[in-house]
């Protein structure tokens, strides 16, 4: 079977995990604007270190909230670490600039809130899953972006990566091909590169990067997370890759099924976690 057909097959794995977790914390809702444009706090019960992590979700830049994923933040909360999951308009209602509109006001939002709370850390984590991951690389990458924003909030210390789309040019899934026009809402490739990561890294970035990728994606491809990786060695950025290994190496396996597992049972999930703590 090939991968992209074992990523279809693959959803019906999450409902019972997904239907039986525990919602053990509460988290904060703080709007920022419209319906979608708001953030999750998960405050750690069990803090492991000074460290926040921003996750922005999956689900094709079409689909999915906060609310939907709140399971990766509670989970990362249970794991030590402070968790806030911002919201953000989906495409095709939305156009890009809108969408990366609310990712950067959105981590302005995130710094206000913060300060009003007393609330300050000594790491900032930016993590992203799918599309999740490419929004939060334009979020870490656009310096020009970001600073026009003006956050009160401190840049990103580290970006982790799972299964992001973040270079367009080497052979893509029709998939990933249709959502990118719903996105871009145009078929014209070229003027995709305005949202491509890759274009972003145009200077050595004080942070470090962690790339995670299955071979077995069915959705997107290894090489475009190999590409991203390595023209960000060629700048001088801090860049690590980690091919996935565990059996359950699909697209949504990995990228947000994880989370619904033990780390003693996903090699993936311990690793993000490992990184976590080393930052």
Request: hydrophobic share 35%; net charge positive.
């Amino acid at each position: 079977m090939n991968d992209t057909l074992r990523e279809y097959f693959s959803y019906g794995k999450f409902t019972l995990p997904y239907l039986k977790y525990r919602k053990q914390i509460e988290p904060k809702k703080i709007h920022f604007g419209g319906k979608d444009q708001y953030f999750l706090h998960f405050p750690s019960p069990c803090k492991r270190k000074n460290t926040l992590i921003i996750y922005y979700h999956g689900g094709g830049w079409n689909s999915n909230s906060p609310k939907l994923h709140a399971f990766i933040g509670q989970k990362l909360a249970l794991e030590g670490f402070d968790c806030i999951m911002p919201g953000y308009r989906k495409a095709p209602k939305a156009r890009y600039c809108e969408i990366v509109d609310d990712v950067h006001s959105g981590y302005q939002a995130i710094g206000s809130y913060l300060a009003k709370e007393n609330l300050s850390y000594d790491k900032i984590i930016v993590m992203g899953s799918s599309a999740g991951a490419h929004l939060g690389a334009l979020l870490c990458y656009d310096v020009q972006m970001l600073s026009s924003f003006a956050p009160s909030l401190h840049l990103p210390d580290a970006f982790i990566s799972l299964a992001g789309p973040l270079a367009f040019s080497p052979p893509m899934t029709g998939t990933l091909r249709i959502l990118l026009k719903g996105l871009f809402n145009t078929n014209d490739t070229t003027k995709w590169t305005i949202g491509e990561p890759i274009r972003k890294l145009h200077e050595k970035h004080g942070f470090r990067q962690y790339i995670i990728h299955s071979p077995h994606d069915g959705l997107v491809n290894i090489e475009q997370a190999r590409a991203f990786h390595e023209k960000a060695l060629s700048l001088g950025i801090a860049s690590h890759f980690y091919e996935v290994t565990d059996s359950w190496n699909t697209h949504s396996a990995y990228c947000a099924g994880i989370f619904l597992q033990d780390k003693a049972n996903s090699l993936t999930l311990a690793k993000v976690l490992q990184i976590a703590e080393s930052i």
